[in-house]
């Protein structure tokens, strides 16, 4: 059985980081972040990760933007112009209009320890929260 876990690219070292990553025994980082290469992200941008996750963990990294919001629902969500409860809704619609759910299974059910990355922060959850329940009850 798949083992999935989440994890945030923000508010987090990279030694916690990658701790988390080899306690985890991962072998695939999913990264399902819409925004991945600007300053904020530090050393979580896709390129550094692209480099540093196969070296450091053995893991693969793949950027799925299949599994991302919309740049229009994240800014609704992240300017405040709507909460979790309905931001949640609309990726889980979005989501499922892509076939969201059948693209994770055929794309990633081959590895064993899959990390979801995502952007939780103190004052803001992520939709990899979201896609976490999805997939969690098609295993």
């Not at 980081?17 to 985890?24: I, M």
């Not at 889980?92 to 794309?107: I, P, T």
């Not at 320890?113 to 009850?137: D, M, P, Q, W, Y």
Request: proline residues 2%; glycine residues 6%; charged residues 30%.
């Amino acid at each position: 059985m798949q083992h999935i876990f989440l994890l945030s690219a923000y508010e987090t070292s990279a030694m916690e980081f990658f701790n988390r990553l080899e306690a985890e025994k991962t072998d695939l980082v999913l990264d399902v972040r819409l925004n991945n290469s600007s300053q904020l992200c530090g050393f979580t941008k896709e390129k550094d990760l692209s480099f540093l996750v196969p070296r450091l963990t053995g893991a693969v990294y793949i950027h799925d933007l299949d599994l991302a919001p919309t740049k229009g629902l994240l800014d609704l969500y992240t300017h405040k112009k709507i909460g979790w409860d309905d931001y949640e809704a609309e990726y889980l619609h979005l989501l499922n209009e892509r076939g969201g759910e059948a693209l994770y299974h055929e794309r990633y059910d081959p590895y064993q320890s899959v990390c979801l990355l995502g952007t939780k922060t103190r004052k803001r959850r992520s939709h990899n929260e979201a896609l976490f329940e999805v997939i969690r009850r098609g295993i």
